[in-house]
């Protein structure tokens, strides 16, 4: 099984299949509700409406980088072990 990942830079590379998901937090650690989050110019994580690891309940986690901005992808299988995309 292989997972591809691409990180875009520009708004303009997603369609109309990516879906948003916030990366803020509500106070009791559940993801803050798309309703709350479209439009508050924080930063997302846009994921393809089919994606395959939706169905495995798979967990895509991002890893800052906060003197270079840049974003490592990180996933995980649904029992919290980090899965290696090279295995």
Excluded: C, Q
């Excluded at 992808?73 to 290696?84: N, S, V, Y």
Aim: no cysteine; charged share 30%; glycine share 8%.
């Amino acid at each position: 099984m292989a997972f591809k990942f691409d990180l875009i830079k520009d708004l303009n590379e997603l369609s109309v299949d990516d879906e948003g998901v916030s990366l803020e937090v509500l106070p009791d650690g559940t993801p803050k509700p798309p309703s709350e989050s479209w439009n508050d110019n924080l930063p997302k994580l846009y994921i393809h409406h089919g994606a395959f690891m939706k169905v495995l309940g798979g967990t895509l986690d991002v890893e800052l980088n906060a003197e270079t901005g840049e974003l490592k992808p990180k996933l995980f299988d649904r029992e919290g072990h980090e899965m290696d995309p090279n295995a």
